[in-house]
């Protein structure tokens, strides 16, 4: 059974960064398609980045690109999300998700964390 665990999250102003970690625990998910998903307040999940495990590309939203980078170590079995410059926007529940992802690695995914909360003040 593949656990996913998030952490990193926490208030910042505008302007600011994080870091979110997603350890995965069960088994290497080494071959693994992973991604970062995130839901605001009264909108449903959207997707924020993935990358493929066949080559490392990565594919992020519109919204975030130029501010997010999203990396993988494999060695940790851990999937990280760089987030610089946040906005107000940008304040959701983030979730990591793994094995999947589909054409476009925007899903369906099979395992999914619980979520990190990330807050951007304005």
């Keep these: 059974q593949v656990q996913l665990v998030e952490s990193g999250g926490g208030l910042v102003p505008a302007g600011g960064d994080l870091r ?14 992973m ?25 992020y939203t519109d919204s975030v690109k130029g501010r ?3 990396s993988k170590a494999n ?3 851990t999937l990280y999300l760089q987030m610089n410059n946040l906005k107000p926007e940008d ?5 990591c998700a793994a094995s ?6 925007t899903g369906p995914y099979t395992y999914w964390g619980q979520g990190t909360q990330v807050t951007v003040s304005s």
């Design 20 to 33: 979110l970690s997603c350890t995965a625990s069960g088994r290497t998910l080494t071959y693994d398609n």
């Design 35 to 59: 991604g970062w998903f995130r839901q605001a307040p009264g909108k449903e999940r959207e997707f924020v980045a993935a990358i493929r495990s066949l080559d490392s590309n990565v594919y």
């Design 68 to 70: 997010f980078t999203i």
């Design 75 to 77: 060695a940790k079995n």
């Design 91 to 95: 304040t959701a529940v983030y979730f």
């Design 100 to 105: 999947g992802g589909g054409p476009s690695m």
